[in-house]
């Protein structure tokens, strides 16, 4: 779990949240957009989401992670997901074209 920091004065983003970026841990809400309500469906509505923001998506601690992300990904063809990265070429898993 990451470990909260106390906050710096005029700190932005994860520093303001006292967040430490350079800790790659798994998120608590991580499976957040697969959350089904009791009476069916999705609790996390369409749209987009974004994921690892604090860092870059495709970094290599976090490919413990990533067949979970590509999952919940494919589950959720209603949603919309946006990651950075620094990495010029990736091929996705959920890449289906040949060429």
């Known amino acids: 779990m990451r470990k909260k920091q106390p906050p710096t004065k005029g700190a932005k983003g994860d520093a303001k949240r006292g967040v430490d970026t350079s ?35 495709l970094i290599e601690e976090a490919d413990q992670w990533r067949g979970a992300c590509w999952s ?22 959920l890449n289906t074209d040949k060429g």
């Open 23 to 57: 800790m790659i841990v798994r998120a608590k809400d991580f499976d957040k957009p697969v959350v089904q309500l009791k009476k069916g469906g999705y609790k996390m509505k369409p749209g987009l989401v974004y994921l690892g923001f604090s860092t870059d998506f």
């Open 72 to 93: 919940m990904i494919k589950e959720r063809s209603d949603c919309s997901f946006l990651f950075l990265t620094q990495k010029v070429w990736y091929k996705s898993p």
